[in-house]
């Protein structure tokens, strides 16, 4: 686990793919196996596919005053997606309704007002294309489960690797590389950054673009 910052109320850590960002999960690998004695307040997720940055609480206190920020709008999070194809707006503000299937953990874009249909909002800029590739960097207005992926995918150009939306098989190509928050007791203003590897297929192909 690469660790970008500690103190007493609050751990920066990198989460790797394929780990689960709860801190217990029986029968899966999760961030709090990597700290085993420590107890983490999970304040916010990321889906189990995809890597970055995040932020744990060390103490309830730290928990509630991170969780009002998500709540107020306090947190920005940004990620870098490879997407399965090109848009015709090299930038711009997606919004849609998005429904969840929790039987079946999968959320669609809902054609009209469906039963418990939520707002979701981001903004986008490609910032390169490659091999019928483009890396999208992408800022989330709204914390919707798998928006990033069934947004793009709807406008058919799915992140590259994820198979659930039609992005074909590998690893799933979307990174949180930017989290900036209020420090929950300092009150500083904080921003930690991270890349994806970038010698690793697909993210090879944007090397320059991720700089």
Not at 6 to 24: F, H, M, N, Y
Not at 73 to 78: A, D, I, S, T, Y
Not at 143 to 155: E, L, M
Request: hydrophobic residues 35%; negative net charge.
């Amino acid at each position: 686990m690469n660790e970008l910052y500690r103190d007493d109320e609050i751990l920066v850590v990198v989460k790797p793919a394929g780990v689960v960002s709860e801190t217990e999960q029986k029968g899966a690998k999760c961030v709090g196996d990597f700290y085993p004695g420590t107890r983490l307040y999970a304040v916010h997720r990321l889906d189990r596919e995809t890597a970055g940055v995040m932020v744990y609480a060390l103490s309830k206190k730290s928990a509630a005053e991170l969780s009002a920020q998500i709540r107020e709008g306090g947190f920005e999070k940004r990620y870098l997606a490879v997407l399965r194809g090109l848009l015709p707006e090299k930038e711009g503000v997606l919004r849609d309704l998005l429904v969840r299937d929790k039987a079946r953990n999968i959320t669609s874009v809902a054609a009209g007002e469906a039963e418990g249909a939520k707002e979701a909002e981001l903004e986008y800029r490609i910032k390169g294309e490659n091999q019928g590739l483009s890396l999208a960097d992408i800022k989330l207005h709204t914390g919707r489960t798998h928006q990033i992926r069934v947004q793009f995918s709807s406008r058919s150009a799915p992140v590259y690797g994820d198979g659930k939306y039609g992005g074909g098989r590998g690893e799933t190509a979307l990174f949180a590389y930017s989290l900036t928050f209020t420090h929950p007791e300092t009150g500083e203003r904080m921003n930690f950054t991270a890349k994806p590897d970038e010698e690793s297929f697909p993210w090879n192909l944007f090397a320059e673009e991720i700089g």
